[in-house]
Structure formats: structure tokens, C-alpha cells
């Protein structure tokens, strides 16, 4: 099964809207049920739903590894949301996913880039 993105802009606003279809697994059901409700636009705002930051972290963490670990590009985004969000990240459920997508040694090494503990 693969996953697949594609992206949305708004030519009028040059806005870019990344859209990563999620699997039919344990680990999508679970981003759904985290989403977190936002808007988005100006004079008639649009109502979506946005990843949460762990999220986000996890399935790019996922991406790049699938990806045989060469995607410069993934892990800087990794890193840049882990260094934005780090006291409001939720570290006990990135450990614990990242452990059950077989993620654990590259979530660490994001952490340590990202100058965050590694430590539980």
C-alpha cells in the first residue's frame, strides 16, 4: 500500500497546502483522531485540519526513512518542527511511536540536531 501527497495553492495568495493521504493503519487512525482544527485565510477564513507537530514529526521521520534516509529536504522540516515546537512537544508519544514504527534511532538523532533530550 502506498501513501501518497500532493500539494494545493492558492494562486491568488501564492499559499501552498501540503496534503499527505494517511494509511489504513494504527498509526493513521490515531493522526486523525489527533488533528487539530484551524483556520486558515483572511477576510473568509476556511476551516481545516492540520496534523498535530508530533505527528508531523513521526510520518516525516517515516517519509525519510522509506526513503533510504536521503531526503535533505525531509529531515530539515524534522528538525525545524522540533526545534519550533519543542516545549509544547508531547515527547513520552513521540518516543513511544516512533518505537513502534521501528523510528527510535532517527528520532533520537533529530532530537540531538535539534538540541532536545534524548532521555525518558
Request: aromatic letters at 8%.
Amino acid at each position: 500500500m502506498n501513501q501518497s501527497s500532493f500539494n494545493l495553492i492558492h494562486r491568488d495568495s501564492m499559499s501552498k497546502l501540503d496534503v499527505f493521504v494517511v494509511w489504513r493503519t494504527e498509526f493513521g487512525r490515531t493522526q486523525l483522531d489527533r488533528r487539530q482544527r484551524t483556520q486558515v485565510g483572511g477576510a473568509d477564513p476556511l476551516q481545516v485540519f492540520i496534523a498535530s507537530a508530533e505527528d508531523t514529526i513521526l510520518a516525516k521521520l517515516d517519509w525519510y526513512h522509506r526513503g533510504g534516509c536521503v531526503s535533505d529536504r525531509q529531515w530539515r522540516d524534522v528538525i525545524g518542527v522540533l526545534k519550533v515546537q519543542a516545549g509544547r512537544l508531547d515527547l513520552a508519544y513521540l518516543r513511544d511511536w516512533a518505537a513502534r514504527l521501528g523510528l527510535t534511532n532517527l528520532l533520537r538523532r533529530a532530537l540531538v540536531n535539534a538540541g532536545l533530550p534524548t532521555d525518558e
